[in-house]
């Protein structure tokens, strides 16, 4: 079965300040790779994928991410935080061929002004 | 345009008792899947429908069981509940021919007493 490690459970930074959101998944042949955001008392938003193609992934609100075959990560990055990115965020990972995905216990992100 | 809307928002039961919540999919789309997330968790996947038909399920006992109408809605079914079935119950929608692109409802937050 497939895990996801999110590596820091709460991350702080200050508005303006870059970030990374690192995840950590276990090895399989084939495999797509998600970040998703939840703000307080909502569901859960697709921030960016990666099927195939170029490791480099663009998302919304300016939030990319790179896919690292040989290291298993897929750490989220913002060059520039705002207020408004606190939230719940969520790393998932599905094996090829099937509709299950497994998601990362989650990464609080903290922005302070 | 509607997205994914899940009712009631709030319910509290007793241990014991069995609990419907229900789930309209985003419009154009004819997957649901349902997920339960517990406080502090991420989501876990529950089942999947497709075509009426549940299509993949996950590691969960069954008490918890489904059903999908012809209009693509849903519900989750809860028979003898149990305290640790508390949690945050997420229902998202697809479109099969791209569903790896989920969009999550607001969810059900289910508290057994």
């Known amino acids: 079965a497939q895990s996801v490690t999110q590596l820091d459970s709460q991350v702080p930074v200050f508005e303006e300040a870059p970030v990374e959101l690192r995840c950590n998944y276990s090895s399989s042949v084939s495999v797509y790779l998600f970040w998703y955001v939840q703000y307080p008392n909502q569901g859960l938003q697709l921030l960016l994928k990666y099927l195939s193609g170029s490791t480099l992934v663009k998302g919304i609100n300016g939030f990319e991410a790179e896919f690292n075959k040989s290291q298993t990560s897929f750490h989220l990055r913002k060059p520039s935080v705002h207020i408004s990115d606190t939230a719940e965020y969520f790393c998932?990972?599905?094996?090829?061929?099937?509709?299950?995905?497994?998601f990362g216990r989650g990464t609080s992100l903290i922005v302070h002004p | 345009d509607a997205g994914v809307t899940q009712s009631p928002t709030h319910l509290i039961k007793t241990r014991g008792q069995q609990v419907t919540l229900r789930c309209s999919p985003k419009s154009g789309h004819d997957t649901v899947s349902w997920y339960q997330q517990a406080l502090g968790q991420g989501p876990q996947f529950i089942f999947q429908y497709y075509e009426e038909e549940e299509r993949q399920r996950g590691n969960f006992p069954d008490r918890f069981s489904g059903h999908q109408f012809p209009n693509y809605s849903s519900e989750l079914n809860v028979n003898a509940l149990l305290l640790g079935d508390s949690a945050l119950y997420l229902c998202?929608?697809?479109?099969?021919?791209?569903?790896?692109?989920?969009?999550f409802g607001p969810g059900t937050r289910l508290t057994v007493t």
């Open positions: 998932a990972v599905r094996r090829g061929g099937s509709y299950i995905p497994t």
């Open positions: 998202a929608s697809s479109w099969t021919g791209q569903d790896y692109e989920q969009y």
